[in-house]
């Protein structure tokens, strides 16, 4: 059943979802004809000879702090110096011009939206979206808080109480605010010259709607949530939607590669699509075009925390930290009220460690600063219930009045009174339950290295769940969960030889002032650069209705068979040769009945009666079904297996390409098919008379894979000194002689032309797979005395050795029923012909 999403969910006007007042147009716009696809193709009305290459930060909040002025009512602006988004700016020369698209953290009054927009552009080169209230709180509070965020975070709505179930309404808010921020990205953009960055799970969509607008935009994203396994993932109604709306990027950049790695399940499972590795490089082939995949951890912004170090106010705080806890073993932690930072679990564990060493009671503080929730709900209220319960019980079982075990600071707490904390702390715990990536621990380590109050060394307890975890591994990582070992980790920290711990930090030092955000966001912009460079050496068409929208990107050379053209030499040649493929050229592959229809025959028969023609049927099916479903053509070359067996007529014999005794490998291959048959359900073993197909497509995707890798391992280690190949193919491993494939075969039988001097002046070649691709490139190098008009022709628009395509089946019954009537243009054929021929053009 179709998604509720809809077709035509892309081009609805946001108004049509929900009431949305138009935002102000007057802003500067470079393109002129935002609903072409191809606008900037050929002539154009943009500048952007004369633009400067630009960087277009596409968020969901600008990096703006904003505050009313109390005198004359009207809006202040600053930038957020502490934005990540801000920050990300150092990795680039500083004549780079970047512009931010996004929303701002107050509501603006409509009359005041047009003098707003108008300042944040020629001061901040700020575009706001305006998104008006009761979307903005469906979208955020709604679809992203409490569907995406939960969902991320590998939280499944089982019942009621345990998260929000999915909301229609919701996901249409989602949507249309995903348009509205496209809409004011291309008010600005030069899709020619400028790289558009956007970010995180807000605007996951937003790739079609910019990719619809132009289809050479050159366009990245980066998911700083987690991304959860495609178990969890697949339980999303609108898992496809916002799977193709990933994919309209050119580079998606997750923190580590288990995120990476989910994702490219999801493609996998969902989407059939696979990933390879080239020099480094991630990348999934899309319709022709690489999607590529970026693993960059984000760092942090190391002059700002150097600068927040070196204050007065730094110092003051860190001597009185000094004085209040002198003697004692602090532990920092520093978390967002938030159910997966795993603060009661932080806490319990702690109390653990109290009863289990009395030595620490009365000397060991854990600091637990917590951050402001950013959300709002009854998971919230229960987890500050909690973490205040645990507290007050740990204080009340091991405190005193001069000593006070678990200080909670829960209220806003300035930079520079963490930095003190962080300067002053034996050890630091991160034990978040799920999280993207967490910069606590980095902090940390900065502050360390650079206060001048402490010997320059760190202890890191990080939960292997937490993004940061694979970059730190100096850190103890811990199971969050087993609070008995994340006791004895902290214990661990804190009883760590001195000289193992600056040697730990040291380790750590040099990663984190080495990968900062200046590095994270050069990196990422260079890969896109060169994930993009190729835009214009392809031509691009856009297929697919509403969110399903994507962009096929094929050679400049590649173009649909045009019928006149062909029948016109056809009918100027004279002699032809005329290879088809035959399931997924002749039969749909989606048909259950393989047999050819009356009409299929008739045109057949046509033209291999012609004797002008040679047709040959290349197929890679066995010779008995061919035979049967073939037998009314009676001058129909067969060449079955991949042209193991030739049959030139239905009244010649089969020839074999190879002789059969050299097929004894099989004896070999067969048993290991069938052990990786039993071992792998859903998996079967097709044998045919030259060779053997190892079939997974029933198996489990991942797993399938998995096994086919391994036995075109195994196969080709067995069969290294027989005469045969084991190629992999899609959800195949097929063992076949040497020497045999339909381009092999297509060169023996024009060969065989040439030396009846029947050499061909026209050859034509329709196939749908790979195994076609080696016709396509050998009727190209095939010595003919003449050169001939060659037409190759793949089925489908995807990459091709082939230079011409056709849509599908039918349009390849239709072209040849074309040719068919040329060939045989009498009363009675011509009537036999005519409609189908005619409904090519």
Request: proline fraction near 6%; aromatic fraction near 10%; include cysteine.
């Amino acid at each position: 059943m179709a998604s509720k999403s809809f077709a035509d969910m892309l081009d609805l006007v946001p108004d049509k979802l929900l009431d949305i007042p138009q935002t102000p147009r007057n802003l500067p716009r470079v393109m002129t004809l935002p609903g072409i696809i191809n606008a900037h193709d050929g002539d154009s009305d943009s500048t952007s000879s004369n633009c400067p290459e630009r960087k277009i930060i596409v968020t969901n909040m600008l990096p703006l702090h904003i505050q009313r002025d109390p005198d004359t009512l009207k809006l202040t602006f600053r930038f957020d110096e502490d934005s990540l988004y801000w920050q990300l700016k150092d990795g680039f020369p500083p004549e780079t011009e970047f512009v931010y698209v996004g929303s701002l953290k107050v509501e603006v009054d409509a009359s005041e939206q047009e003098e707003v927009a108008q300042k944040l552009l020629e001061e901040f080169n700020c575009v706001p979206t305006f998104l008006p209230h009761d979307l903005h709180t469906k979208f955020y509070a709604g679809f992203c808080k409490q569907q995406l965020w939960p969902l991320f975070h590998y939280m499944l709505p089982i019942c009621p109480d345990h998260a929000d179930r999915f909301d229609r309404v919701l996901w249409q808010a989602y949507v249309s605010a995903n348009k509205i921020f496209a809409d004011k990205v291309m008010e600005v953009a030069d899709p020619d010259e400028d790289y558009i960055w956007a970010h995180d799970y807000h605007l996951m969509i937003l790739p079609t709607f910019l990719r619809k607008r132009y289809s050479r935009v050159k366009l990245g994203f980066f998911l700083h949530s987690p991304f959860p396994s495609s178990e969890i993932y697949r339980t999303l109604p609108v898992r496809d939607e916002i799977l193709k709306g990933l994919l309209n990027c050119d580079l998606i950049g997750f923190h580590t590669f288990d995120y990476a790695r989910h994702f490219l399940s999801c493609c996998s499972r969902m989407m059939g699509l696979d990933y390879e590795s080239k020099r480094g490089h991630i990348g999934l082939d899309y319709f022709g075009r690489t999607v590529y995949i970026k693993i960059l951890p984000v760092g942090i912004h190391m002059g700002r925390l150097e600068s927040v170090l070196s204050l007065p106010i730094t110092s003051s705080k860190v001597n009185e930290i000094s004085q209040r806890f002198k003697g004692k073993k602090l532990i920092v932690g520093v978390d967002d009220m938030d159910i997966f930072k795993g603060i009661s679990l932080k806490l319990l564990a702690f109390e653990y460690l109290l009863q289990m060493n009395p030595a620490l009671q009365g000397n060991a503080v854990l600091i637990q600063i917590v951050n402001p929730a950013r959300s709002t709900g009854k998971d919230v209220h229960e987890e500050k219930r909690e973490t205040y319960s645990v507290v007050r019980k740990i204080n009340e079982t091991y405190g005193s009045p001069d000593y006070e075990p678990v200080v909670l600071i829960d209220r806003p707490v300035a930079r520079y009174e963490k930095s003190a904390y962080y300067s002053m702390a034996d050890c630091c715990i991160v034990n978040a339950v799920r999280d993207g990536m967490n910069l606590v621990p980095y902090k940390y380590i900065v502050c360390r290295q650079h206060s001048p109050h402490i010997d320059k060394s760190s202890m890191l307890v990080v939960s292997e769940f937490v993004g940061c975890s694979p970059s730190l591994s100096g850190a103890i990582r811990v199971n969050p969960w087993d609070i008995e070992s994340v006791a004895g980790a902290i214990n661990s920290a804190l009883t760590m030889k001195d000289s193992e711990k600056k040697l730990r930090h040291e380790k750590h030092y040099k990663y984190v002032s080495s990968h900062d955000v200046a590095y994270w966001a050069r990196m990422f912009m260079q890969d896109l650069e060169r994930a993009s460079k190729d835009h214009y050496n392809k031509r691009c068409w856009g297929i697919g209705f509403g969110l399903g929208f994507r962009v096929v990107s094929l050679s400049p050379s590649f173009r649909k068979l045009s019928p006149n053209y062909i029948v016109s030499a056809y009918k100027k040649s004279s002699r032809r040769a005329i290879f088809l493929d035959y399931d997924g050229t002749l039969i749909p592959q989606s048909s259950i009945v393989k047999a050819p229809s009356q009409e299929l025959i008739n045109i057949l028969s046509t033209l291999c009666n012609d004797p002008k023609n040679t047709v040959f049927i290349v197929s890679g099916r066995g010779r008995s079904s061919l035979n049967e479903w073939l037998a009314p053509c009676e001058w129909l070359g067969l060449a079955a297996e991949h042209g193991y067996f030739t049959r030139w007529s239905a009244k010649s014999e089969w020839e074999l390409s190879i002789p059969a005794t050299d097929l004894e490998w099989k004896e070999i291959a067969e048993p290991v098919m069938r052990l990786y048959t039993e071992a792998t359900d859903g998996s079967s073993i097709e044998v045919k008379e030259s060779g053997l197909v190892w079939h997974h497509q029933d198996a489990d995707p991942d797993f399938g894979s998995c096994q086919a890798k391994e036995l075109l391992v195994h196969l080709e280690n067995v069969l290294a000194n027989e005469p045969a190949v084991v190629k992999r193919g899609q959800h195949i491993v097929e063992v076949k002689p040497q020497g045999v494939t339909k381009g092999l075969t297509a060169e023996k039988i024009l060969s065989r032309m040439v030396k009846k001097g029947e050499s061909p002046d026209f050859v034509t070649c329709i196939g749908d797979d790979r195994s076609d691709e080696d016709t396509f490139e050998s009727i190209r190098s095939a010595v003919v005395s003449s050169k001939p008009e060659i037409f190759a022709c793949t089925v489908g628009q995807k990459p091709s050795k082939a230079k011409y395509y056709l849509d599908d089946t039918g349009d390849v019954i239709k072209l040849l029923g074309g040719l068919a009537n040329a060939s045989d243009p009498k009363p009675g054929n011509t009537a036999r012909f005519q409609i189908t021929f005619d409904t090519i053009f």
